[in-house]
């Protein structure tokens, strides 16, 4: 088969997965609903896919794709020596810059947010083993970079202790506002600008 004609069908099965995982939940849509839904045989999804848990993977790699596009579009000036420089005085309204925008692509998207971090009938270690991943780890070795940055005399442990609080402060925050909706709580770049505060 065609390398584009494959990559037109993964594309497809993706795009009913999802839409099918997003209304009805993860664990009750099977194979054999995917299949029905594009119109081909279960055993058809195999030479594309290895397992429905395959199918998720490559949905949560593409949002964490567009999340770290978003991200890198913050970063990119620091690419060059003048511009790391200019930076690198304000390191901390950076470090706030980068938690605001990732909170803000998740309550942009709270079918994707309930998609990664919510997915019913997900195994604890296969979440471990994608969130493991080298190329995820690296990714988000980006906010680990900037605290190190800000916190200099800190030592691997504690700069550990500070990107864990952190992410788990970042996502406390999106998760009540988008499964909460009906409080009124106060402003995400608030928040956010406490969160940082703590971990300077």
């Known amino acids: 088969m065609p390398a ?3 990559a037109q069908m993964q594309a497809r099965i993706s795009e009913v997965a999802e839409a099918l995982f997003t209304r009805d939940g993860y664990a009750k849509v099977s194979l054999r609903r995917i299949a029905k839904e594009i119109g ?11 397992s429905k848990f395959d199918i998720l993977q490559s949905l949560w790699d ?5 999340l770290f596009k978003k991200l890198g579009a913050i970063t990119a000036p620091m690419s060059t020596p003048a511009a790391s420089a200019a ?17 803000e ?19 604890q270690p ?8 080298p190329d995820i780890v690296a990714r988000y070795s980006l906010f680990q970079k900037t605290i190190s940055r800000l916190c200099p005399n800190a030592d691997g442990s504690k700069i550990k202790l500070k990107l864990d609080f952190m992410l788990s402060a970042l996502h406390g925050i999106a998760h009540n506002n988008i ?3 009906g409080y009124d709580w106060s402003s995400p770049e608030d928040q956010v600008g406490l969160v940082v505060k703590a971990v300077v």
């Open 126 to 133: 296969d979440v471990s083993l994608f969130l493991g991943a």
């Open 4 to 6: 584009a004609q494959r």
């Open 40 to 50: 081909c045989t279960p055993m058809a999804l195999y030479g594309y896919y290895d």
């Open 87 to 103: 930076r690198s005085e304000n390191v901390q309204l950076y470090l706030q810059s980068l938690c605001t925008t990732y909170i």
């Open 179 to 181: 499964t909460i909706s």
């Open 105 to 123: 692509f998740w309550l942009e998207r709270p079918d994707n947010y309930r998609l990664v971090f919510m997915a019913e009938g997900v195994t």
């Open 62 to 66: 593409g949002v964490f794709d567009q």
